[in-house]
């Protein structure tokens, strides 16, 4: 990895693109800093500092760097854009009209990704409004009493900050496309690949400062042997092998290729693990809206689904993210479609008759490798939450699973990248 990126820097080309992603980059962390009109700064660290943990907004303020409990102009983070991508992944798979445009090519891809950028704008004044209307409330970080804005009563104030936070998430999208069309690689992987990392040094430190140095060395050890095994199964694929037959076109052939269907283990990425953080978010905020009740289901929420380290939310969680890896692959791997192509195009897999059968088998060798990438998910994202029942470590345990797994696979996207435009060079230079 280190010598990819010596390498690239050697190159002109790809030096420049690396230092426009850099200083990218040191723009998207200083707006993460920056607070937003009207924000009670002083108020808003004494807060910070005093509560152990952040509740509901784990996920959204590791997806944010922080800046979220900051109120910063960057307090949403690139949270609104994952959100609508789901969303319309998921409705392209039912509306008809979407799924014309993704058979479109590239000119439909780009009309869904206009429709993203709206529902990200949209989602994004609500998230806005919503934390917000619980900073001005003083809900948003737990215990604390202090006003967190100014001028917690003024409209004004409250419109601004709205607008404030949703212009951020608009910039937010544009920086991450300037990475994607003038640098290298995905221009929003990166930006949350840097929102994970900023929140390391912290977390790590306040480990050690918390359980000593012998469970910070133990931690550190735990945390490079989940990233050689998070390594280790997101390289891991099976490799379908592909058979080509030879037609005569006019008077040349075509075809007599062998090529393979590449299954990765873990087919569904890290989606599962954002759709069952998302959906045990919902009775826990119920829960907090409804904190002055003194109702039984409040109390039996506040105890199994706030904390985390309750035996049952943790059976809950690891279910359901079973559960929404196999729903995930199901409707973004299509069996039926690549076998009707690869019949289209006279390709078959050696002992597989082309179309049903090819179809049927697709689908059987897909069920047997999602398990194991379901498994994988599950138990990697219980880690922060057995660390928290173990040795007392925050929600905000630094070698979460969703951390993880965005660091890894970012930073392996990133690497391939740059080896494939430094050997495109090498040939280049080579044919010349």
């Not at 392209?92 to 206009?114: C, D, F, M, N």
């Not at 949350?192 to 050890?221: D, E, K, N, Y």
Request: a positive charge.
């Amino acid at each position: 990895m280190l010598g990819a990126f010596a390498n690239a820097f050697r190159t002109p080309d790809l030096r420049r693109k690396l230092l426009f992603v850099l200083g990218v980059v040191v723009i998207f962390r200083l707006g993460s800093q920056i607070p937003s009109p009207g924000v009670h700064v002083d108020n808003v660290q004494t807060c910070l500092n005093r509560i152990e943990d952040q509740g509901l907004y784990t996920l959204i303020n590791l997806f944010s760097g922080g800046a979220l409990l900051q109120l910063s102009i960057f307090a949403l983070g690139i949270m609104p854009y994952i959100t609508a991508s789901i969303i319309l992944q998921l409705l392209v798979v039912v509306i008809p009209r979407l799924e014309l445009l993704k058979k479109e090519g590239q000119s439909g891809q780009a009309k869904i990704t206009q429709y993203t950028r709206y529902l990200t704008l949209a989602l994004a004044v609500l998230q806005a409004t919503g934390i917000v209307a619980l900073a001005r409330s003083r809900q948003l970080l737990q215990d604390c009493d202090q006003p967190l804005l100014h001028d917690e009563n003024s409209t004004a104030t409250f419109l601004v900050m709205v607008i404030t936070m949703t212009a951020g998430t608009a910039v937010i999208m544009w920086l991450g496309e300037l990475i994607t069309d003038r640098g290298i690689g995905n221009g929003m992987s990166i930006l949350i690949f840097c929102q994970v990392v900023a929140t390391f040094p912290a977390s790590l430190w306040a480990v050690r400062q918390s359980q000593g140095w012998g469970t910070f060395a133990i931690v550190m050890a735990i945390g490079l042997a989940l990233v050689a095994a998070v390594i280790f199964i997101e390289q891991a694929q099976r490799r379908i092998p592909v058979q080509y037959a030879r037609r005569m076109v006019g008077r040349k052939m075509f075809g007599g290729s062998s090529t393979y269907i590449p299954l990765k283990v873990n087919q569904a990425g890290i989606i599962p693990v954002i759709f069952a953080s998302s959906l045990l978010y919902l009775p826990a905020m119920a829960a907090q809206f409804n904190a002055t009740s003194d109702s039984a289901w409040v109390r039996w929420i506040n105890e199994h689904f706030v904390q985390g380290d309750h035996p049952l939310y943790m059976a809950v969680y690891f279910s359901l993210i079973i559960f929404f890896t196999y729903f995930y692959v199901s409707i973004t791997f299509n069996p039926k479609e690549i076998a009707d192509n690869m019949k289209k195009y006279g390709g078959f897999i050696p002992g597989i008759r082309a179309g049903k059968p090819t179809e049927d088998y697709l689908s059987y060798v897909l069920s047997r490798i999602t398990l194991p990438g379901a498994l994988y998910l599950g138990l990697i994202s219980l880690v922060p939450l057995i660390a928290f029942a173990l040795i007392g470590a925050n929600q905000n345990f630094p070698f979460g699973g969703t951390s993880i797994l965005i660091m890894v696979g970012v930073a392996l996207d990133t690497v391939k990248q740059i080896e494939s435009q430094l050997q495109q060079r090498n040939y280049e230079g080579f044919l010349r």
